[in-house]
């Protein structure tokens, strides 16, 4: 019969149609922004300074090393180095960024910034609702809106700080015994 | 599939007159080519693709690759007549000294085809073709009579590299607009100074921002958020 | 025609009982008119314009024109490592993101001889078959909304394709511009909990697959559209360098994960599918095929996975140099044959970079396949190219 294929293709949307008022699965819709989906942990939008502790500027895990910069595909992001130097989480005395500006009009999220960073200092975020009306300078971050603690780390990403903790707690075990050993040597030695 | 020297040694038993060369590639792909003479170029393509035992009928990828002027620096021995005066006599002496002489070796514009066989699923076969210097003997004959699938891609070599390809059936500028002068993938090409603002801005664009300030402006450049000096 | 069981191939088969088209006789004497389909058109999968001549509804003549989407990839390539080049190469082809990736991947492994380990292998098949299924849906999709269905296979579509990339957003973070792959492997390990995941939707695909087929196959008026139009011939398209589906819909063998056997493609038992009518139908049902041979082996790939690393130990991922020379690699992208041509002279960025787009050169022959039809059919010829506008422009 001519139409018939019209037709079997009318009953598929009628069967899908009417599934929708009783399969989750054929309604898809989530009416943003009134209804969210849960982000996955994965997910990743623009970077962010970690720092531990509570004071932001005391606690800040980058030593403007610069590798960041140089390997950021877009160039989205500008560093300068101070001049001093300030005791980082291992006590060893390291400098820290005077300026870090990330531009996330540029950042395509390509996130290999965060895989280059050899301190751990810079990770993805998952924050999106981000527009502004400035044009120019809007959506420049500079090192104060881009730092956030690391405990906002746990809530945003849980695994993966967890792996990172882990990871800064080892090192930092590996460098007391370390010191342990040469003072003891030392000591040895002297007497 | 035969190796490079063989093919080389069949196309030459063809066609005695093709002046033909292994370029040999260093990497560990193994992937040499065959640099082809402009002159018999489009013989040794169509010997190529109707041959029994290649028939390389499926041009996948052509490709132009710039090689700019190098400037070579060598440290020549020269022996020289020269007049010294020993023991207040004056006599005539050979010396030799050590000169740096410097010359340009003149660079090219290269055509690099990628070929296979559907056929016979074998292949990659590289040819490469190169024009006598980048500025005006800029020809090179078009394979697109032979393989239909050089069309755009010669058009889209011609467009940024701005190597002529004679005998082509349409050449004109693919990817930029008619209109456009200059070929933007030549390792020479200076971006027109339509600068905007960047406030992350690195090494080249930092130079170039600075100078449209101070150029704009007539003044010195100040400093910017993000973008300081 | 039956598909013979022991061949690698099949034929893509229609149902019978439709009348054949009436040819068109000129309609206008004198003028011929001309258009410009485009830019801003929505059937043209992004910025594309064709300067169509008409005589009448007939096409005399048709030149594409494109460039809209220019950014110069390869000239950035030139000014930033190997690694920064990777995320770029997720915006090719921006349907097809892991499949980019692992075709750049794949030439620089070449270009440095770099072993990759089999878990690797077997992750980049799987997400390599995700997206193939992914874009072959989305491309019938688009192709029956341009013939008028008014989005609504293009949106069953997109129901299956939300759920892969889920998956893509839970392994890579990011739901297309992944930035996946590595030289030596992938940037992450899939947990067990992804891959259980995995297996569950790529169970419920089938009667995905089922469904699409029932809705569209027998429908009448998608077979007097597409049957007979568009014909290509495989001599010409061979010799136009065509590649993908459409090659295979013009009855050519030649799929290059069978030829080329790159990854661990010669493992899996995959049949290929070929036209025998060379038109916008036997593309459209290639596709479809294609859609349940992916299936088939993202069920085995699943299944089969080992432990182990994901990542060459020995890899280097910043600061890269290769030793000077070249390579070209090639893998069988959802459009065609995707290649990275690279030449290296030892410093920390490429000499030379160049993309093989299959979009751009599967255009070649547009215009011969569009003389002689109507504007209507412009429309499907080109759907049936399935190109997309990043790779056509880079």
Redesign the interface.
């Known amino acids: 019969m001519?139409?018939?294929?019209?037709l079997?293709?009318l009953a598929?949307?009628a069967r899908?149609f009417f599934g929708s008022y009783f399969s989750a699965e054929r309604l898809?819709t989530v009416e943003y922004p009134e209804q969210r989906i849960a982000p996955?942990?994965?997910?990743?939008v623009f970077p962010f300074l970690v720092y531990d502790g509570t004071d932001w500027q005391a606690g800040l895990r980058c030593v403007s090393c610069q590798?960041c910069e140089k390997?950021?595909?877009p160039k989205c992001i500008y560093i300068e180095k101070s001049k001093d130097k300030k005791p980082d989480a291992l006590g060893k005395p390291q400098f820290y960024p005077a300026r870090f500006d990330i531009d996330i009009s540029v950042c395509?999220?390509?996130?290999?910034c965060v895989?280059?960073c050899p301190f751990e200092a810079i990770k993805?975020n998952t924050e999106f609702e981000l527009s502004t009306n400035d044009r120019f300078g809007g959506l420049l971050l500079d090192r104060e809106q881009l730092a956030k603690s690391n405990q906002y780390y746990h809530e945003i990403h849980a695994t993966e700080a967890a792996e990172v903790d882990a990871r800064l707690a080892a090192e930092k075990a590996r460098v007391a015994a370390k010191a342990t050993s040469i003072a003891a040597a030392r000591a040895g030695e002297g007497a | 599939m035969k190796t490079i020297e063989e093919i080389k040694s069949t196309i030459e038993a063809a066609l005695p007159d093709a002046a033909l060369e292994i370029v040999p590639?260093?990497?560990?792909?193994g992937?040499h080519s065959l640099r082809i003479q402009p002159g018999q170029a489009v013989e040794v393509a169509k010997f190529l693709r109707d041959n029994v035992e290649l028939k390389l009928?499926?041009?996948?990828?052509v490709?132009g690759?710039?090689w700019p002027d190098k400037e070579i620096a060598e440290k020549v021995k020269v022996t020289r007549q020269g007049i010294k005066t020993v023991d207040g006599v004056e006599q005539a002496v050979e010396e030799t000294i050590e000169e740096t002489r410097k010359r340009i070796e003149p660079g090219y514009l290269e055509a690099?085809y990628?070929l296979y066989s559907?056929e016979k699923?074998h292949g990659?076969v590289?040819l490469r073709m190169r024009t006598v210097n980048r500025t005006d003997q800029v020809e090179l004959p078009s394979l697109t009579p032979i393989?239909?699938?050089?069309?755009?891609?010669e058009r889209?070599i011609f467009d940024l590299f701005g190597i002529v390809f004679t005998g082509h059936p349409d050449l004109r500028?693919?990817?930029?607009?008619d209109g456009f002068k200059d070929h933007?993938?030549r390792r020479d090409?200076v971006d027109p100074d339509d600068f905007e603002y960047e406030p992350t801005a690195h090494d080249d664009v930092l130079r170039r921002a600075q100078e449209h300030e101070a150029a704009a402006t007539g003044q010195q450049p100040h400093q910017e958020t993000g973008a300081g000096a | 025609m039956n598909p013979s069981q022991g061949d690698s191939s099949i034929i893509a088969q229609r149902?019978e009982g439709l009348p054949p088209r009436t040819p068109i006789e000129p309609q206008s004497e004198g003028e011929l008119l001309e258009i410009a389909m485009g830019p801003h058109h929505p059937s043209t999968h992004g910025v594309f314009r064709m300067d169509v001549t008409l005589d009448g509804e007939r096409v005399v003549r048709l030149k594409p024109v494109?460039?809209y989407l220019?950014r110069?990839h390869?000239?950035i390539a030139e000014s930033?490592?190997y690694?920064?080049?990777?995320?770029?190469t997720d915006r090719l082809d921006y349907l097809c993101p892991l499949t980019n990736n692992w075709a750049y991947a794949l030439a620089v492994e070449?270009?440095?001889?770099q072993e990759v380990p089999e878990r690797a292998e077997y992750l980049r098949v799987i997400l390599g078959e995700l997206t193939r299924f992914q874009n072959h849906a989305s491309s019938i999709g688009f192709l029956i909304q341009e013939m008028g269905a008014s989005g609504?296979p293009l949106m069953?579509a997109f129901?299956a394709r939300?759920k892969i990339l889920?998956l893509f957003?839970?392994?890579?973070?990011?739901r297309m511009?992944v930035?996946y792959m590595r030289f030596g492997g992938c940037?992450?390990d899939a947990s067990s909990a992804w891959l259980d995941r995995t297996r569950k939707v790529v169970a419920n695909l089938p009667m995905f697959v089922d469904?699409f087929e029932?809705?569209?196959?027998?429908?009448?008026?998608?077979?007097a559209r597409t049957q007979g139009v568009g014909v290509l011939r495989p001599e010409?398209a061979?010799?136009?360098?065509?590649?993908g589906p459409m090659l295979r819909a013009s009855g050519?063998n030649?799929d290059v994960r069978k030829?080329d056997g790159y990854g661990i493609y010669n493992r899996f038992n995959f049949r290929v599918p070929l036209g025998d009518h060379w038109d916008v139908y036997d593309r459209f049902m290639v596709r479809l095929l294609e859609m349940k041979e992916s299936l088939k082996i993202l069920e085995v790939a699943l299944k089969e996975i080992p432990g182990g690393p994901v990542m060459d130990s020995k890899a280097k991922?910043?600061g890269l140099r290769?030793?000077?020379?070249?390579?070209?690699?090639?893998i069988e992208s959802p459009k065609g044959?995707l290649?990275f041509?690279l030449?290296?002279d030892g410093g920390p960025n490429p000499y030379?970079y160049?993309v093989?787009p299959p979009s751009?050169?599967n255009?070649?022959?547009l215009e011969d396949m569009c003389l002689g039809h109507d504007v209507a059919d412009v429309v499907l010829i080109f759907g049936s190219v399935d190109i997309i506008l990043g790779e056509v422009?880079r």
């Open positions: 001519l139409g018939e294929g019209i079997k293709g598929e949307t899908n898809t996955f942990e994965a997910a990743r590798i390997e950021c595909p395509m999220s390509c996130q290999i895989e280059v993805m | 590639n260093p990497s560990p792909s992937q009928d499926f041009l996948s990828n490709t690759v710039d690099v990628h559907v699923k990659p590289i393989w239909r699938s050089a069309e755009f891609q889209e500028r693919l990817l930029m607009w933007p993938m090409y | 149902p494109f460039g220019h110069n390869e000239k930033v490592s690694l920064a080049s990777m995320p770029y070449k270009l440095i001889g609504t069953y129901r939300e889920d957003e839970e392994l890579t973070g990011a511009m930035n940037r992450v469904e029932r809705l569209l196959c027998s429908n009448e008026i998608l077979m010409l061979i010799n136009a360098g065509v590649t050519v030649y030829v991922i910043r290769p030793k000077p020379g070249e390579a070209y690699g090639r044959e290649g041509y030449i290296s030379r160049r093989r751009l050169i255009l070649t022959i422009d």
